[in-house]
């Protein structure tokens, strides 16, 4: 059998004066490796994920790869090799991220150590200075000890994320072979730069299903919002305080009930951010709040790093020897939307085991069928939530 470490991610980085041609980069693998890894996901019911926290808990395990894992790993995070201008970029980028007045965005690391078990010298910089990333150690030898440790990870995720998640790590995740837990969360909270009326709220109907529908509460307004359409769908730009950040919700034009989550591409994507004009847009959006618990290890196999979680796996420059694996990658994800805002939460964990403009034109944009979102940055374009919501 192999060692268990387990790494629960989120984010954390901070940003200097680094080139916005390197940010930008930066942020274009972490689109990019999400719309892979949502393409993968379950086709059905809601759907809401962090890609951006379950990219940095795999680019901080990255730091600790090498060989095959690494090159396996490089290539799906987008990354050249294993050097500090990858991560110095990923802080810069992270840094830019948190530089806000109006909207609330969190983000923290932490590892925490079995007692017994010490990080190699290298990652544990990475891990510490461009993930700023605490250390804390802990016991996993006993049931009573393990339970200690799971209550005690679990309350720092719960205040690192307004304690919308409680408990990321479950019973049976820690074992007496557990060496490592790596901790990353992301809090976001934010108003609508123009809210919708409360008063304006209405039972109205949204389809869920061919001949399928539902009465739910259904927000509305009106106004200039930036918005485009094509032949195979509409989308249209809510802005956050200050237009710090985004959300962009996508309707595709003939109603689909499932597949959502593969029939938006990253080439629609940026055809979407390069083509929005503002509009005259009148909007109807229903309300909802929803989470998301998901185990992504098949998934990142088949987007190419089979390696890391089987006996082939190389992480030694994490531990200091080749008896590692990822086990199991969990991510959960919150989110509530309302006339005033919107809040949302992420975790992601990681176990790894030992071997064993225009004219103004007038607009309607009415998501009372299937439909993306995605809460970006606006200064970098960075994806910080996306999903789809099949039935709110």
């Known amino acids: 059998m192999r060692l268990f470490l387990t790494l629960i991610a989120a984010l ?80 810069s980028l992270i840094d830019r991220i948190l530089q806000k007045k109006e909207v609330e965005i969190n983000i923290a690391n932490a590892t925490w150590l079995n007692k017994d078990f010490n990080l190699e010298k290298d990652f544990k910089k990475v891990s510490e200075e461009y993930f ?65 009326a409360e008063d304006q709220t209405m039972v109205d109907t949204f389809f869920t299903g061919p001949e399928v529908m539902k009465q739910t509460k259904m927000m509305h307004s009106g106004g200039q919002f930036y918005y485009y359409s094509n032949d195979k769908f509409s989308a249209v730009s809510l802005p956050y305080q200050l237009g710090e950040c985004m959300m962009h919700i996508v309707l595709p034009n003939e ?14 994507y940026k055809e979407m951010i390069d083509s929005l004009q503002k509009s005259n847009v009148k909007m109807t959006l229903p309300k909802f709040s929803f989470e998301s618990e998901n185990e992504m290890s098949e998934y990142l196999k088949i987007m190419g790093m089979p390696s890391a979680f089987d006996n082939a796996a190389d992480f030694s420059k994490l531990t200091g020897t080749k008896d590692t694996r990822i086990d199991k990658v969990f991510h959960k994800t919150i989110i509530e939307v309302n006339e005033k805002g919107t809040e949302a939460s992420a975790a992601t964990a990681v176990v790894v085991v030992r071997k064993t403009t225009i004219r103004m034109e007038n607009k309607e944009f009415k998501a009372n069928r299937p439909f993306l979102f995605f809460i970006t940055e606006a200064a970098t374009g960075t994806i910080l939530f996306m999903g789809n919501v099949l039935n709110p």
């Open 255 to 268: 109603a689909m009930y499932d597949s959502l989550n593969s029939f938006f591409t990253y080439k629609d």
């Open 12 to 91: 954390t980085f901070t940003a200097t004066t680094m080139a916005q041609t390197n940010e930008y980069g930066t942020s274009q693998s972490y689109n990019k490796f999400g719309f892979n890894l949502f393409a993968h996901m379950p086709a059905s019911g809601n759907q809401v994920i962090s890609s951006f926290s379950v990219y940095s808990a795999l680019a901080m395990t990255y730091a600790g790869a090498s060989t095959v894992t690494a090159a396996e790993m490089g290539i799906m995070l987008d990354a050249d090799t294993i050097t500090e201008v990858f991560f110095e970029n990923n802080k």
């Open 132 to 196: 700023q990333a605490k250390s804390q150690q802990l016991s996993f030898e006993t049931p009573e000890s393990m339970l200690e440790s799971q209550n005690i990870i679990n309350n720092w995720v719960s205040k690192k994320t307004k304690t919308k998640i409680p408990n990321l790590i479950k019973d049976g995740m820690l074992s007496k072979d557990t060496r490592l837990v790596l901790t990353n969360a992301i809090y976001f909270k934010g108003d609508w730069e123009m809210p919708f």
